[in-house]
């Protein structure tokens, strides 16, 4: 189980991981964090959006600088603009002193604008014109001002539909969503289901634990809310608690509400699967089958509710059935493709200008450059070189020109930048980098058509000043 917790004092979320689907999500966040582009993430209400935020911040260049949030839907519609660009004294009945926007205390830093969607048309003019360094002016104003701040933005709405419908503009979106990331929902993790009830259960119920039955009942629930609601469900059971242990009856009756919130006869239902017989577990799996594993649209087909859907599967074993073709964790901009750095353990050989020969391991690689560590040697500042290397699955070397970025020469590591690369050449290492990327989680973007310059292969008359 692994644990992720903010710096923030004032945000008591954590993360505890025992899913793998989250392990890998969060390694996207913290890849994400490294890079300068703006980040949305999308989830549902409960599943720790902001929590994601400070991971990025934590984890990002910026980590030292400050974290600033705001939550958009929780303003009035006509302080919004105040709050996020400030004013100055007199700009409007009230402003008795000139107050900095969020914007300028988040400056170097990054600032969270949780619930974006909620955002009005018109400030949504001015904030993308703000995401595109352009300068702006507190309300009542003259004086310019210019950030640099880093967005993370979140919501729980469909910004594509909201784009759609007019509610959105669908120019703010693309320039928000240079990296997406899509938290699962927890009805799609059960490990961690287990494992953060037990977790909130030991923060405040010292000698409580959870039967194997109670666990197994709290992992069939759907949890609209997600986490937050989870924590809720096990304060009240804890509270109710008769002896040391919680069993499936007292977690149960806790869920009782929120079955019947469904509209749906709770009774009549189950009354009604009990009277089926063995038939019925192979009629369930037939309609996830065609739904490819969707339990939703499955429990649509079969007339049941989704909660009840999931109880069944607990009872014949198909409790770890769930999408056979898992939805992307996020997307990525074309554009942030190029930049992306990918995880790699290659030999890469170095030849300078000069004719000296360096062996290391690429670290990192990306199709703007790679990272190295193992040098055996002192490379010069800015030095130019040829770098070779293989990739799996592929039978030939590369050979890309190249240029030294950074050096960091005690610990055998540099940073290294490609200047010049044959346009065949560029074309399979972005190909492989993209499909590193899908296996990753990513949902690829495509890139615009252009046509493509032909260049000579790597010389040291091309290494790029």
Known sequence: M?????????????????????????AMA????????????????????????????????RCSKPFVAINCAALPEHLVESELFGYEKGAFSGADVAKPGLF???????????????????????LLRVLDRAPYYRLGGHKKIITDVRVVAATNRNLKEEVRAGRFRKDLYHRLNQFELCVPPLRDRP??????????????????????????????????????????????????????????????????????DDGIETDQLTSSVLQLDSVEAEVIKKALEKTGGHRGEAAKTLGISRRTLSRRLREYGFAS??????????????????????????????????????????????????????????????????????????????EVAARLAWADNTQGRAGIYFTDVVPAV?????????????????SIQPEPVEPLAVLPGPTWANVAQ
């Open 2 to 26: 692994t644990r992720i917790t903010s710096d923030n004092p004032d945000d008591g979320t954590e993360f505890i991981i025992a899913s793998e689907i989250m392990r890998k999500f969060m």
């Open 30 to 61: 913290q890849r994400v964090a490294c890079h300068m582009g703006t980040v949305l993430v999308i989830g549902e209400t409960g599943t720790g959006k902001e929590t994601i935020a400070h991971t990025i911040h934590e984890h990002s260049l």
């Open 104 to 126: 300028e205390m988040a400056n170097t830093g990054t600032i969270f604008l949780d619930e974006i969607g909620e955002l009005d048309l018109k400030v949504q003019v001015k």
């Open 191 to 260: 490990e961690d289901i287990a494992a953060l009830a037990e977790h909130f259960l030991a923060q405040y119920g010292e000698g409580l634990k959870f039967s194997c039955d109670a666990l197994r009942v709290l992992q069939a629930y759907a949890w609209p809310g997600n986490v937050r609601e989870l924590q809720n469900v096990v304060n009240k059971v804890m509270v109710l608690a008769q002896g040391s242990e919680i069993g499936a009856p007292e977690v149960r009756q806790e869920l009782r509400e929120d079955d019947e």
């Open 321 to 398: 059935t769930r999408r056979t073709a898992q939805s992307p964790l996020g997307s990525i901009g074309y554009q942030q493709q190029r930049d992306l750095r990918v995880p790699v353990r290659i030999p890469m050989t170095l030849q300078t200008e000069d004719g000296r020969e360096f062996i290391c391991t690429a670290v990192d690689l990306s199709a703007g450059g790679v990272g190295v560590e193992g040098l055996n040697g002192i490379l010069d500042q800015q030095c130019k070189m040829i770098v070779r290397f293989q990739l799996p699955d592929f039978d030939v070397p590369f």
């Open 426 to 442: 560029r074309q399979e290492i972005l190909q492989w980098l993209r499909q590193q990327m899908v296996s990753e989680g990513w």
